[in-house]
């Protein structure tokens, strides 16, 4: 499998958690592809050195978002299709952005402020209105 895990005990982020936004950015920026397999639970337990309930508490989360699916005696498998992806891929912005805010408010910095700042860099990234 290309994409590659791992897990920090001490970041005060749930391992089940780290995993759930790992398989999401890998999917994201196309190191995992739709229709491929996942490790079984019980062998990315091994590999990172965690609770295979952990690894199993990810994977549910993740079906229960059809992120992936899982197919009894098959394995688990990166879901199908474009919306998913883009929606995959929204929720991996989403979780660096209320990162950033998150940040931004803690060290004092104020909404206009912030909001300036967000509208600067969307317009660096983003010129003349487009979406690439």
Sequence with gaps: MPANFNVDPRSGVPIYVQLI????????????????????????????????????????????????????????????????????????AAVKLEDAVRDARSIGVERDELQKLFDRFIDRWYPHGGNQ
């Design 21 to 92: 936004d790992q398989v999401k950015r890998s999917i994201a920026v196309g190191a995992l592809h739709p229709g491929e397999r996942l490790p079984t639970v019980k062998q990315l337990a091994v590999d990172l050195t965690v609770n295979p309930n952990t690894v199993a508490r990810a994977y549910r989360d993740l079906e229960r978002e059809s992120v992936i699916a899982t197919s009894p005696g098959r394995g688990s498998f990166v879901s199908e299709g474009d919306a998913q992806t883009r929606r995959t891929v929204s929720d991996v």
